[in-house]
């Protein structure tokens, strides 16, 4: 298990790789990106904005995978984070598919573990997706009165 110290320098790194701007690019893609269907999602990554799907997913995988090893204390990094939480928000409704679609059963199985393992992890991740979309939706209403 790391110290605190560590923790909070790699909780550090970790933000400082957020900052990079093909990254950053990728995570506003990821806020307003709204799969309804396993097909939506699908051709969305085989799309031109694919490539930020996957840095953004791989990048909180990873994070999740240094978590669950011991390398970051879980507790620090749920306080510092919650991106992780939205990601994984927009993905799991499709994960079954995806799996098997993509002929890996275990893609993003850190992510999840670490999302769904926390106490209140099954409630964080339902409340994020319905408030994500709310706000998406408010957002698509204004946009629509602005039009008229």
Same mark, same amino acid.
């Given at each position: 298990?790391? +110290?605190?110290?560590?923790?909070? !320098?790699?909780?550090?790194?970790?933000?400082?790789?957020?900052?990079?701007? *093909? &990254?950053?690019?990728?995570?506003? $893609?990821? %806020? $307003? $990106?709204?799969?309804? +269907? *396993?097909?939506?999602?699908?051709?969305? $990554?085989?799309?031109? !904005?694919? %490539?930020?799907?996957?840095? %953004? +997913? =791989?990048?909180?995988?990873?994070?999740?995978?240094?978590?669950?090893?011991?390398?970051?204390?879980?507790?620090?990094?749920?306080?510092? !984070?919650?991106?992780?939480?939205?990601?994984? =928000?927009?993905?799991?409704?499709?994960?079954? #598919?995806?799996?098997?679609?993509?002929?890996?059963?275990?893609?993003?199985?850190?992510?999840?573990?670490?999302?769904?393992?926390?106490?209140?992890?099954? *409630?964080?991740?339902? #409340? *994020?997706?319905?408030?994500?979309?709310?706000? &998406?939706?408010?957002?698509?209403?204004?946009?629509? =009165? #602005?039009?008229?």
């Amino acid at each position: 298990m790391s +110290t605190p110290a560590e923790s909070a !320098n790699l909780i550090l790194k970790l933000y400082e790789l957020r900052r990079e701007d *093909t &990254l950053r690019k990728a995570r506003d $893609f990821m %806020v $307003f $990106f709204d799969p309804k +269907t *396993t097909e939506e999602m699908m051709e969305a $990554f085989g799309g031109p !904005n694919g %490539v930020y799907i996957r840095m %953004v +997913t =791989s990048y909180w995988e990873m994070a999740a995978a240094l978590v669950l090893n011991g390398a970051i204390d879980p507790k620090m990094f749920s306080e510092a !984070n919650g991106e992780h939480i939205l990601v994984f =928000s927009k993905i799991e409704p499709f994960l079954p #598919q995806l799996r098997e679609m993509m002929g890996s059963p275990k893609m993003l199985s850190s992510l999840e573990e670490l999302c769904l393992g926390m106490p209140d992890g099954r *409630t964080r991740v339902d #409340q *994020t997706r319905e408030r994500i979309r709310a706000m &998406l939706a408010r957002r698509g209403a204004a946009a629509g =009165s #602005q039009k008229s």
